[in-house]
C-alpha cells in the first residue's frame, strides 16, 4: 500500500482524465417496440466516479481542488436536472465524511433546489423525503405546507393503478408526515391491489358460452363411454 500512495496523485490525474468518458456498463434504451435499441450510460455514472475518487483523496490523499472541479462538473450537471437522486444523495454524504466542507456546502445547495424544483413521481419525494430528515435534521410532520403538497400529490396517485410495494412506501410517507386519512386511504388502495380479479379466467376456458360445467356437459361426455 505504501508503494501505491506514491501513485496516488497519478491515479487521481488518470481519472480526473477519464471522468465523463463512456461507461462500459451501459444501458439499452428501446424508442418504441419497432424499433432498435440505443445504449446509453448509466444515470449515476458521473456521482459513482466522483464517489471512487473520493476514496482515492481518502486513501492516497490529494489536492481537494482537483475533487471540487469534478464536483463543480456534476453540480451543473445537477442544475440541468442530469443525474441520480440517489447517488447524488450518497454522494452528498460522502463529502461530509471526508470533511470537504466547502465543497458539501456548495454540493447541497444544488441539489437542495433540484429535490426541491421535481417532486414528479414517488421516487422523487422518497429522495426529498429522505434530504430533509437525514440532511437537515427535519421531521416531516412539522412541515405542514409540503404535507399538504404531498396530500395534492397523492389524490392525484391513488387515481392511477399501483403496485403495493410502492404504495407501501408511499404510506411510510404519509405516516412520517401525519397524514392518518391518506395512510387509510393508501392502505385501503393496498388492498384492492391485492384482492384478486373475479373476472380472471384462465387461459383455455375463455371460450364464449362455455357449458362444460353443465350437467348436461357432463352426462354427454360421460355417455361417449357407453358408445
Not at 15 to 26: E, G, H, T, V, W
Not at 85 to 96: E, F, H, I, M, N
Not at 141 to 162: I, K, V
Request: with cysteine.
Amino acid at each position: 500500500m505504501a508503494a501505491l500512495s506514491l501513485k496516488g496523485p497519478e491515479c487521481l490525474k488518470a481519472a480526473l482524465r477519464l471522468i465523463d468518458s463512456p461507461s462500459p456498463k451501459q444501458v439499452e434504451v428501446l424508442a418504441s417496440e419497432a424499433s432498435a435499441g440505443i445504449f446509453i450510460d448509466p444515470a449515476d455514472k458521473l456521482e459513482g466516479r466522483v464517489l471512487f475518487l473520493l476514496e482515492i483523496y481518502s486513501e492516497w490523499g490529494a489536492d481537494s481542488t482537483e475533487i471540487g472541479a469534478v464536483v463543480d462538473l456534476l453540480t451543473a450537471r445537477w442544475r440541468t436536472r442530469i443525474g441520480d437522486k440517489g447517488a447524488a444523495l450518497r454522494l452528498l454524504r460522502s463529502l461530509d465524511v471526508h470533511s470537504l466542507d466547502e465543497l458539501s456546502n456548495r454540493a447541497h445547495e444544488v441539489l437542495h433546489e433540484w429535490l426541491e424544483s421535481t417532486l414528479i413521481d414517488a421516487d422523487d419525494w422518497s429522495y426529498y423525503a429522505e434530504h430533509l430528515t437525514g440532511y437537515h435534521d427535519i421531521q416531516l410532520e412539522d412541515m405542514g405546507e409540503l404535507a399538504e403538497h404531498f396530500e395534492r400529490f397523492m389524490d392525484r396517485r391513488l387515481l392511477e393503478p399501483d403496485s403495493p410495494g410502492y404504495l407501501s412506501d408511499l404510506k411510510s410517507l404519509a405516516d412520517d408526515f401525519g397524514l392518518d386519512e391518506l395512510s387509510d386511504r393508501i392502505e385501503e388502495a393496498m388492498r384492492d391491489e391485492y384482492e384478486p380479479d373475479d373476472d380472471y379466467e384462465p387461459d383455455g376456458s375463455r371460450h364464449l358460452g362455455d357449458d362444460r360445467g353443465s350437467d348436461e356437459y357432463i352426462a354427454e361426455l360421460f355417455g361417449r363411454f357407453d358408445d
